[in-house]
């Protein structure tokens, strides 16, 4: 039995070592991205609306988390989405989908338990009684589990074939509005 529990920033960073663990068994990430991986994560926790949902076990540990966050002017990713959606379909199209958004940060299920789920079920719960108007997320470009949740519950391409700067990896740009279609 999976119990879904919101927390906020204080309980995500002191749990870090957990999410990094989650992080690293769903994403297999190469070992020399996880000290900056888990900067930029500790970064997120100060974020604006900061929020954090675990999927736990009945001993309390989890296996699986999402979080995310108000997104605004002066935050890496969202800047550098906003130019490229302005620069695609215009500034109107870039404030209606940034003007006021969560911007879904990370969201992952412990091999062991995907498939359960507990994905859709983290979503849901992340995005529930969110204030904004929609929420936001980038993701492979690829036809993963990932890609094929966040088009179930909702989302639309923004943005496909995206590189980031400094990067080479090709992600989709992902919107929705909020809330939520009922599921
Ligand atoms: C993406 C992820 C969070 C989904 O969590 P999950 O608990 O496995 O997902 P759920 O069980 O809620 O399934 C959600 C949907 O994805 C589908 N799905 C699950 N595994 C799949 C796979 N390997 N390929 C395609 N679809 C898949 C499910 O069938 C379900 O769709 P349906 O209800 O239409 O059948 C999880 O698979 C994961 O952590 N993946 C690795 C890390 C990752 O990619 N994180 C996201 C980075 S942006």
Not at 114 to 129: S, V, Y
Not at 132 to 137: G, H, I, M, N, T
């Amino acid at each position: 039995m999976i119990a879904i529990r919101g927390t906020g920033s204080a309980e995500f960073t002191d749990r870090l070592e957990s999410v990094m663990g989650i992080y690293t068994a769903a994403m297999k990430p190469p070992a020399d991205q996880l000290a900056g991986r888990q900067a930029i994560m500790r970064g997120h926790g100060a974020n604006p609306a900061f929020r954090c949902l675990f999927a736990e076990l009945p001993d309390g540990r989890a296996a699986g988390f999402a979080y995310g966050f108000h997104g605004q002017a002066g935050q890496w990713w969202h800047d550098v989405v906003y130019r490229a959606l302005a620069e695609k379909s215009g500034l109107q199209v870039a404030d209606a989908w940034l003007g006021d958004s969560l911007e879904v940060a990370e969201i992952h299920v412990h091999p062991d338990y995907q498939g359960k789920g507990i994905g859709r079920a983290l979503i849901h719960a992340l995005c529930e009684g969110r204030p904004e108007r929609s929420a936001v997320l980038s993701t492979h470009d690829q036809p993963t589990a990932a890609r094929h949740l966040y088009r179930a519950v909702g989302f639309t391409d923004l943005l496909t074939q995206f590189v980031f700067p400094g990067g080479y990896e090709h992600y989709a740009i992902a919107g929705t509005p909020l809330p939520l279609p009922p599921r």
